[in-house]
């Protein structure tokens, strides 16, 4: 059983920055990929960065160049810095965890970003 454990969202304008944390606690196994997931009501939920264990990056195109996820593998927290931001990036954030091949795949419980024109 992993719990994940969000922080970090709120209200910003538009240009500012929020910085989104993640802390994982439980059954982790070592070689995890970590990642943020956006979703907007009524819509599928989105990727918006993941990081492997070993610090490989993937980023959905409306978050390059403005967002930088990262990962403190001894505190198995993730980091998501959002910078530049746009009111199209207003959606609630999810944080998930997943260790391939071993069918672990958890979500936290969501947090909203809302940014204002």
């Known amino acids: 059983q992993v719990q994940l454990v969000e922080s970090g969202g709120g209200l910003v304008q538009a240009g500012g920055s929020l910085r989104l944390s993640c802390a994982a606690s439980?059954?982790?196994?070592?070689?995890?990929?970590m990642g943020w997931y956006r979703q907007a009501p009524g819509k599928q939920r989105g990727l918006v960065a993941s990081i492997f264990s070993g610090g490989r990056t993937n980023y959905a195109d409306s978050a390059k160049g403005r967002f930088t996820i990262s990962r403190d593998n001894a505190k198995n927290t993730v980091y998501l810095q959002m910078n530049s931001l746009k009111p199209e990036d207003t959606d609630v954030y999810y944080c998930n965890l997943n260790t391939p091949g071993y069918g672990q795949n958890s979500w936290g419980q969501g947090t909203q970003v809302t940014v204002s024109s």
């Open positions: 439980g059954s982790i196994f070592r070689n995890t990929v």
